[in-house]
């Protein structure tokens, strides 16, 4: 089974369609299309009956898990998924995660065995410990680059969030219901070191800052706030 692990520092920004169009424009000599550029990806998070890794995860502590099964397009039973656990520390964002398929997920969720690596071990005992269930499905599409001078700077720029609370089963289809009424787009900066001069100064004259955006904390705030109305 494969498995990876691995660190870096992400920051998150919301554009509108215009700073977009104008980063792009001043960004683009120096940055190269990632090999999976363009993409639909679509999650599936889990949490305890009551969401308590989301309520811990938006009161914003030094430390914060969540766990998640993730594909690049809509799977069939026989397409490889991605099991993680994606954890941030003090602005640090590590994650540690398995290749498996689909179907064999789902032998997993009603055998509780899977092939025992260490990250699966570790993903295995936070299902049985917060007796982890699907809660949500949330979809993107998805635009990678990375920078032509330093492959560990990359940029993601994530359009049309989606979601949906029923069929929570990877390989229904990505339709959801969107997020935002505005066109905004998310753009995640990813490093392993202190950004590049040229993105500070692109950022700076288009007067575009780090803004604190998780999107299953942003989608379950939402839904929580119109239930009370």
Request: net charge positive; hydrophobic share 35%.
């Amino acid at each position: 089974m494969y498995q990876n692990i691995f660190k870096r520092e992400e920051q998150k920004y919301l554009l509108t369609r215009f700073q977009y169009n104008q980063l792009m424009r001043k960004t683009k000599k120096y940055l190269h299309k990632d090999s999976f550029y363009e993409s639909t990806i679509c999650n599936i998070y889990f949490d305890t009956e009551q969401s308590d890794l989301i309520i811990h995860s938006l009161e914003k502590p030094i430390f914060k898990e969540k766990v998640r099964l993730r594909s690049y397009g809509v799977p069939t039973f026989n397409s490889s998924v991605f099991l993680e656990i994606k954890d941030k520390y003090k602005g640090i964002v590590g994650k540690r995660r398995v290749k498996l398929l689909l179907k064999d997920f789902y032998g997993y969720l009603e055998k509780g065995k899977l092939c025992e690596t260490q990250i699966m071990k570790e993903i295995d005992y936070f299902f049985k410990y917060f007796h982890l269930k699907p809660k949500i499905f949330i979809a993107y599409d998805r635009k990678s680059y990375y920078s032509k001078e330093d492959t560990n700077f990359r940029i993601t720029f994530d359009e049309n969030l989606r979601s949906r609370k029923e069929d929570l089963r990877l390989e229904i289809g990505d339709a959801g219901k969107k997020f935002f009424e505005e066109d905004k787009i998310i753009m995640e900066v990813k490093t392993l070191h202190a950004l590049p001069l040229w993105f500070v100064h692109v950022l700076s004259e288009l007067k575009i800052y780090p803004h604190s955006f998780s999107k299953y904390g942003s989608i379950y705030e939402k839904e929580r706030k119109d239930y009370v109305k």
